[in-house]
């Protein structure tokens, strides 16, 4: 049967108090360090969490942000090829008037210098007419003879026109 020792008595009341002393003096620092590192953990998730949900909202401010300064600078380029745009049509427009003026400027240019040919011819004709006229007659052709034929001849070379 079963023998009685002291020694297993002793080792009994031994565990025993050393669970006393374990409860007394390990469990409760240790049950205090362990809901010490939960509530530590339990911050540091919700302060992750937190910090994710700023860094989301920065995010998006960024994109839109992002999203603004490229519809102002579509913008910009918009205004500028616009701007570009009429400022090609005004050189445009300025190049026409500037040759239309040219071509006005041509042509009473040729026609002064037209009318200068004519006149010129008129007189180096009445000139000729003068000099043929008295060589065939062999005399003096009067002033007024003489410019009353110059008239004659130019009415009729006018008439020619």
Same mark, same amino acid.
């Given at each position: 049967?079963?023998?009685?020792?002291? $020694?297993?008595?002793?080792?009994?009341?031994?565990?025993?108090?050393?669970?006393?002393?374990? @409860?007394?003096?390990?469990?409760?620092?240790?049950?205090?360090?362990?809901? /010490?590192? +939960?509530?530590?953990?339990?911050? +540091? =998730?919700?302060?992750?969490?937190?910090?994710? &949900?700023?860094?989301? #909202?920065?995010?998006?401010?960024?994109?839109?942000?992002? @999203?603004?300064?490229?519809?102002?600078? #579509?913008?910009?380029?918009? %205004?500028?090829?616009?701007?570009? !745009?009429? &400022?090609?049509? &005004?050189?445009? *427009? /300025?190049?026409?008037? !500037?040759?239309?003026?040219?071509?006005? /400027?041509?042509?009473?240019?040729? !026609?002064?210098? %037209? &009318?200068?040919?004519?006149?010129?011819?008129?007189?180096?004709?009445? $000139?000729? *007419?003068?000099?043929?006229?008295?060589? =065939?007659?062999? %005399? $003096? =052709?009067? %002033?007024?003879?003489?410019?009353?034929?110059?008239?004659?001849?130019?009415?009729?070379?006018?008439?020619?026109?």
């Amino acid at each position: 049967m079963l023998e009685f020792n002291a $020694t297993i008595l002793a080792q009994i009341v031994d565990f025993v108090i050393l669970l006393i002393f374990l @409860r007394l003096v390990v469990y409760k620092p240790l049950c205090r360090l362990l809901a /010490n590192r +939960s509530d530590h953990i339990a911050n +540091s =998730i919700a302060a992750a969490e937190q910090e994710r &949900q700023e860094a989301e #909202q920065l995010k998006a401010g960024y994109e839109a942000e992002m @999203r603004r300064a490229r519809e102002q600078a #579509q913008e910009i380029v918009q %205004k500028a090829t616009r701007a570009g !745009e009429d &400022q090609a049509l &005004q050189i445009v *427009s /300025n190049a026409k008037n !500037e040759a239309e003026k040219l071509k006005e /400027n041509a042509h009473a240019e040729i !026609e002064r210098e %037209k &009318q200068r040919a004519i006149a010129e011819l008129r007189d180096q004709v009445a $000139t000729l *007419s003068v000099l043929v006229a008295g060589k =065939i007659i062999h %005399k $003096t =052709i009067s %002033k007024d003879i003489q410019r009353s034929m110059i008239d004659d001849f130019i009415k009729e070379a006018g008439e020619l026109q």
